[in-house]
């Protein structure tokens, strides 16, 4: 909470966020080109009606202290290292490992080029196909 506080404050948003709100329905406005959100203010326990041109639905399970470790059947039995992201640390040796990646989000792009570069090979699982095209540095 520490660091969304610090984000909240450094960015002047505290006027701004609404918490503790319900959405009851979201219908979009074609006439004023505007999302119409039905909304509950679960504090005063009240309906209200905000009108705005974006929606940022967020939701999921985050802790930075220990992230999310889905049980895969036969883990128990695997003996080589499973790591998670979150615990992911330079010095770990994975040299002329073979290596799976279960995953291609943010964090899974932005390791798998370092333990590919000494991985003797390095297998990429995802659920869905994703898109990276690199950007040229000049």
Known sequence: MGYLNETIEENSLKNIIKL???IESASWNSEDSLWELNV???KLNKLEVIRTKFIQMCA???SYESGHKPFFKGSEDFT???IHPQEWDSSIDYENKT????GSG???V????EIAKKANHVTMIQRSPTY???YPSE
């Open 40 to 42: 509950k203010n679960k």
């Open 110 to 113: 932005t390791i798998v080029p």
């Open 132 to 134: 990276i095209v690199s």
């Open 99 to 102: 290596v799976a990646v279960i």
């Open 106 to 108: 943010a964090t899974a």
């Open 60 to 62: 999921g399970y985050y």
């Open 20 to 22: 503790n709100m319900h």
């Open 80 to 82: 080589g290292q499973i």
